[in-house]
C-alpha cells in the first residue's frame, strides 16, 4: 500500500490541475474555428486509469461533468480498457454512445508507463458543423438523430499512433467546413499529445504508484467534502418545476422539467421521474447530458469551495425513467440537448432555495441562444458561423445579477464584432444591453441582450435553436420574473416576429436578424429596492419598459 504525503498529494493534485489547463491552452492557440478559438466552446480533463475524471480545466460544465459519462460508456459497452494501447486516440459524438450532442466530439488518450496504463486524457470539443440538414449542425426542424449530422461511434483515430485515414475522411467528406473542423479535430489531438507528457512527467517523477493511489485520494477527499455538504442542508423533499416554450414541431404545448430533491443525511436523491416524456423535437437531452446539470447544481450550491471530481457524484442519485425529455432514448433527436439542461438547473436551483434559503440566486436566462448562420456568394462560396448567445442573470442575496453574462451549464465568450466581419460577410449593426429586462426585486436581475446581424452575401439562410419567448426566468422570495427573449427579421424595414426556433430560414443582402434574449429574474420584492440602487438604475438606462412576455412563475 502506498503511503500519501498529504503535502505531496496537494503537489500532485495541482499538478494534474496544471496539466489540464496546459491542455486547454493548447487547444487555444492552435484551433481554427470561431466557436471554439474564440467561443471558447471546449473542454479538456485527465482521467484516472478507470475513467474516473481527477482533473479539469475551468472551462464548460457541461461538458466537465458529462465526459466522464462518456468515456466510461466506451470502456464498458464498446472499447474495453485492455484494447487500449499506447498511442492511440478514441474519438466519438455519439449521444447514444455516452455523448451529448453531435458536434460535441470527445477525444481520448491512454498514458502508460511500463506499460501499464496510469491514466486517460481527454478533450472534448464543440465543432462548427457536423453536416446534417441545417449548417452549425443545430436543425430546429429534426424529428430524428439520424437527421442531424454524421454520427462517430467510439473508433480509433489512432492507433499506436497511427492515423485510421479512412476514418478522418468520412469525418472531411461529411461536414460543410473541413478546414476549419479538420483544424480543430487535429488541434484536440495536440491538446492530448500535451496531457499525455504532462502525466508521462509526473510518473517518471513519483512513480506510477504514487500517482495511482493520488488519484483514488482525490476521489476520496472530494466525495468527502461533498457528503459534507449535503449534510448542512436539512433533511427532507423539495420540489420545483418549470417549462419549455415546446419542441419547435407542436408550437403549442409547452413541456414540463420537474425536480424533487431528497435529502437523507450525506445523502442526496435528485427524481426527474415527474418531466415530460421526449418530444419529437430537438430538445431532448440523454441522461449524461441531465447528469452533467444535476452534478453542477450540487457543487455549486455547497457552502464550501468542492474540488470537482468524479468522487462528488458519488453521494448523488439521479432517478430518470428511459424515455423522459432529460432520458431521452434512440433515436430522439438531441441537437439543443441544452435547452432542458438550462432549464433543470434552474429547477434545482429552485427546489434547493426552499432547504437552503438565502444562498442561491434567481432564474438565470436559463438556455442557450443558438444563432446558426451560412452565407451564399454568387462564385458559390459557402461559410458557416454558429453564436451561441447568453442573457441576464438572476439577482443574488448579496447583489444584483450580471448583465449579458454567461452563466450556469456553460462558460462560453463572445466572439469578437471584428472576427465576424472581417470572416465571414455579415455585419454586426447592434451589440449592447437591452434595458428592462431585468426582473424587479429588493436586488434586480441582470440584464439581456440585443444583437443584429445584417447580411451581406448574395443569399444566405438562417437556423435558430432558442427558448425563454413564453415562459419568463422566474423570480425569488417575491422578486418579479425577467423579460422573456424575442426574434425578428427586419427586411426592406419592416419587422417580422419569428418563433424561437427556426430552421435554414432563407435571407437574402440587406436582411437583418435581431436577438434580444431574456433577463434574470429578481430576487425579494420589489418595494424593498433602496433608492439609491434604483437612481443608478434610471442614470445608466436600465429601467426602459419591460418586453411583453408570459408571467407566470413557475415553481408557484
Known amino acids: 500500500m502506498t503511503v500519501l504525503d498529504p503535502i505531496e498529494l496537494e503537489v500532485l493534485r495541482n499538478a494534474l490541475t496544471a496539466a489540464a489547463a496546459e491542455m486547454d491552452v493548447t487547444m487555444w492557440r492552435t484551433s481554427r474555428s470561431t466557436i471554439v478559438r474564440e467561443m471558447l466552446d471546449y473542454s479538456t480533463a485527465i482521467f484516472d486509469a478507470n475513467g474516473n475524471n481527477v482533473a479539469q480545466s475551468a472551462r464548460i460544465p457541461q461538458h466537465l461533468n458529462s465526459m466522464g459519462y462518456f468515456l466510461q460508456t466506451i470502456l464498458d459497452r464498446f472499447i474495453p480498457a485492455d484494447l487500449w494501447e499506447e498511442g492511440d486516440v478514441?474519438?466519438?459524438n455519439d449521444p447514444y454512445c455516452g455523448g451529448q450532442h453531435l458536434p460535441d466530439i470527445a477525444a481520448f488518450r491512454p498514458v502508460f508507463s511500463g506499460g501499464r496504463r496510469v491514466a486517460i486524457v481527454g478533450t472534448l470539443c464543440h465543432h462548427l458543423d457536423v453536416g446534417g440538414m441545417s449548417p452549425g449542425s443545430y436543425a430546429a426542424n429534426a424529428t430524428e438523430i439520424y437527421q442531424e449530422g454524421l454520427r462517430i461511434p467510439p473508433s480509433k483515430l489512432f492507433a499506436k499512433g497511427v492515423r485510421n485515414d479512412v476514418l478522418w475522411g468520412v469525418i472531411a467528406q461529411n461536414v460543410r467546413q473541413p478546414v476549419a473542423v479538420m483544424g480543430d479535430l487535429q488541434s484536440q489531438i495536440a491538446s492530448l499529445g500535451v496531457g499525455v507528457r504532462a502525466v508521462e512527467i509526473l510518473t517518471t517523477r513519483y512513480g506510477a504508484d504514487t500517482l495511482i493511489a493520488s488519484c483514488s485520494a482525490m476521489l476520496d477527499a472530494s466525495e468527502a467534502a461533498m457528503?459534507?455538504?449535503?449534510?448542512?442542508?436539512?433533511?427532507?423533499s423539495y420540489e420545483f418545476e418549470d417549462f419549455l416554450d415546446d419542441d419547435g414541431i407542436d408550437v403549442?404545448?409547452?413541456?414540463?422539467?420537474?425536480?424533487?430533491?431528497?435529502v437523507t443525511g450525506d445523502r442526496l436523491v435528485v427524481d426527474l421521474s415527474g418531466s415530460d416524456r421526449e418530444v419529437p423535437g430537438p430538445i431532448n437531452a440523454t441522461l449524461g447530458s441531465?447528469?452533467?446539470a444535476v452534478y453542477f447544481a450540487i457543487v455549486a450550491a455547497a457552502e464550501h469551495q468542492i474540488v470537482p471530481n468524479a468522487g462528488c457524484y458519488r453521494p448523488i442519485e439521479i432517478v430518470a425513467p428511459e424515455g423522459l425529455i432529460v432520458s431521452a432514448q434512440h433515436p430522439a433527436p438531441v441537437a439543443h440537448r441544452l435547452a432542458p439542461g438550462h432549464v433543470l438547473l434552474n429547477v434545482l436551483f429552485g427546489a434547493l432555495a426552499k432547504a437552503i434559503p438565502n444562498r442561491l440566486p434567481?432564474?438565470?436566462?436559463?438556455?442557450?441562444?443558438?444563432?446558426?448562420?451560412?452565407?451564399?456568394?454568387s462564385s458559390g462560396a459557402r461559410k458557416v458561423l454558429v453564436e451561441i448567445e447568453v442573457g441576464g442573470c438572476g439577482a443574488h442575496p448579496d447583489g444584483d445579477g450580471a448583465s449579458a453574462h454567461s452563466f450556469g451549464m456553460h462558460n462560453n465568450a463572445s466572439i469578437p464584432v471584428e472576427m465576424i466581419e472581417s470572416s465571414i460577410p455579415i455585419t454586426m449593426i447592434e451589440y449592447g444591453l437591452a434595458p428592462g429586462?431585468?426582473?424587479?426585486?429588493?436586488?434586480?436581475?441582470?440584464l439581456g441582450l440585443r444583437r443584429a446581424w445584417r447580411i451581406d452575401s448574395q443569399a444566405a439562410s438562417f437556423t435558430g435553436q432558442m427558448d425563454r419567448f413564453r415562459f419568463r426566468p422566474f423570480?425569488?422570495?417575491?422578486?418579479?420574473?425577467?423579460?422573456?427573449?424575442?426574434?425578428?427579421?427586419?427586411?426592406?424595414?419592416?419587422?417580422q416576429a419569428l418563433h424561437s426556433k427556426i430552421s435554414n430560414m432563407p435571407l437574402r443582402k440587406g436582411d437583418v436578424i435581431r436577438l434580444v434574449t431574456s433577463g434574470g429574474g429578481g430576487l425579494g420584492p420589489p418595494g424593498e429596492r433602496q433608492e439609491s440602487a434604483r437612481r443608478r438604475d434610471r442614470e445608466q438606462g436600465y429601467l426602459a419598459a419591460t418586453l411583453p412576455g408570459e408571467s407566470r412563475l413557475p415553481g408557484e
Open 90 to 92: 478514441i474519438i466519438s
Open 227 to 236: 457528503r459534507a455538504a449535503i449534510r448542512a442542508i436539512p433533511d427532507g
Open 252 to 262: 403549442t404545448k409547452p413541456v414540463r422539467i420537474h425536480a424533487r430533491i431528497t
Open 290 to 292: 441531465t447528469s452533467s
Open 362 to 377: 434567481a432564474a438565470y436566462y436559463a438556455v442557450s441562444y443558438v444563432c446558426s448562420f451560412q452565407t451564399m456568394e
Open 437 to 446: 429586462t431585468g426582473g424587479d426585486g429588493r436586488h434586480r436581475g441582470g
Open 475 to 495: 423570480g425569488l422570495d417575491g422578486g418579479e420574473p425577467g423579460a422573456a427573449g424575442q426574434l425578428e427579421l427586419v427586411r426592406d424595414n419592416q419587422a
